[in-house]
Structures are given as C-alpha cells and as structure tokens.
Antibody, heavy 121, light 106 residues
Framework: EVQLVESGGGLVQPGGSLRLSCTAS????????MHWFRQAPGKGPVWVSR????????NYADSVEGRFTISRDNAQNTVYLLATSLRAEDTAVYYC??????????????WGQGTPVTVSS | IQLTQSPSSLSASVGDRVTITCRPS??????LAWYQQKPGKAPKLLIF???TLQSGVPSRFSGSGSETDFTLTISSLQPEDFATYYC?????????FGQGTKLDIK
C-alpha cells in the first residue's frame, strides 16, 4: 500500500524556519518525482515545489522561490521542504504528493495526510 | 493560467446528476485533472487528462472537454460524493487549481 507521511509542521514566528519531511512507503520511491503543495484555510490547493528522481532538478512557485528548498534522500525514502523566512501568508497545510507522468504532465496520484504550518507571533 | 469553476457551490440530492465546469484563462489542450476533497483530508485524484478515470474511482464520475472548456459530471450522486471538487491545469508551471465547487446535500 502506498503511503506518504508528512511531519515537521507547527507554530513558528515570522522570519523563522521549519523543515518538513515526507516519508514514503509501499512503492519504489527513487523512481518518482515528488511535489509539495499547500492549502491555506478555506482555500484551494497551491503547487509549491517539485524535485526529480535523483534530486538534481528542482522548481518552485514564485511565492516561495529563494526561501524554500526541496531535497530528497532516496536511501531514507524521504523528501524534504526547508521553509525559511516564513511569513504569515505561508500559513497552510502542506502536502507532499507522488506524481506520475502522462502525456508530459505530472499528475499527483497519492498525497500525504498533510502537516499544518502556522506562522504567527 | 487562471481556472474559473462554476458553480462555486451546489446543493443536490442523492441520485441527482450534477455537472461542474472549469474554464482556463488560456487553452491547455487536455492537461486537466479533477479532484475530490473532504474536510480534513487530502485531495483525491478522480480524473486525469481531462477524461481518463483514475484507477479505483467509480464510473459514475466522468470528465470531458478540451482547451478552454471542461466539465466533471457525476451521473447519480451517492452520499459519499458530497465534498468539494477542484480542477487543476497541468499544461504549464506553476500548475494551478480552480477555486473549488462545494457540493452539499439539498
């Protein structure tokens, strides 16, 4: 059974940092690109970042570029999102997702349960 | 690319046929997905490539359309279908979502 389990969320002050983790099981983690999404309360999901199978290609949404860093450890079946210089508008539930490619697009077929991040003083 | 879903909310009864539309601000071929989300849960992929049913999703769900006009249809609503539905474009980054359609019981 495919499972993705996020951790590392919490309450942080503006300007602070958090490292989110997403540990995978039930599939060959190193074969899949992984993405992070976030969802603010009462809003739709928003794509945040992606990383290729070996960690050499990364991309970010403009809103987090330069502040967030995605990485992965295939030996530990884990993808990370280091979030720094956090702002109130980064408050959201953060989800990792496995994606599959079909006709050049990356569709998220499995999502974690989410980890909440609250940025507040 | 902005996605406009309509309606934003919808009340319906078990057994009803419902249709949700999604209109991208520019043509996206068929690079569109539909998701179902229940409170406190992650989105669940229902449809990809505009009309392909994800494995394990009941056949009462269907998707159609291309370019700038897409629809999600539920042929006969079941109690477990009351949720919020989102479309997502996967034509170009950043992948974007619609604002959602909340489907509740009439």
């Amino acid at each position: 059974e495919v499972q993705l389990v996020e951790s590392g969320g919490g309450l942080v002050q503006p300007g602070g940092s958090l490292r989110l983790s997403c540990t995978a099981s039930g599939f060959t983690f190193s074969n899949y690109w992984m993405h992070w999404f976030r969802q603010a309360p009462g809003k739709g999901p928003v794509w945040v970042s992606r990383i290729n199978t070996i960690g050499t290609i990364t991309n970010y949404a403009d809103s987090v570029e330069g502040r967030f860093t995605i990485s992965r450890d295939n030996a530990q079946n884990t993808v990370y999102l280091l979030a720094t210089s956090l702002r109130a508008e980064d408050t959201a539930v953060y989800y990792c997702a496995r994606v599959f490619y079909y006709q050049r697009s990356a569709y998220p077929d499995y999502w974690g349960q989410g980890t909440p991040v609250t940025v507040s003083s | 690319i902005q996605l406009t879903q309509s309606p934003s909310s919808l009340s319906a009864s078990v057994g009803d046929r419902v249709t949700i539309t999604c209109r991208p601000s520019q043509a996206i071929n068929n690079y569109l997905a539909w998701y179902q989300q229940k409170p406190g849960k992650a989105p669940k992929l229902l449809i990809f490539a505009a009309s392909t049913l994800q494995s394990g999703v009941p056949s009462r769900f269907s998707g159609s359309g291309s370019e700038t006009d897409f629809t999600l249809t539920i042929s006969s609503l079941q109690p477990e279908d009351f949720a919020t539905y989102y479309c997502q474009q996967l034509n170009s980054y950043p992948y974007t979502f619609g604002q959602g359609t909340k489907l509740d019981i009439k």
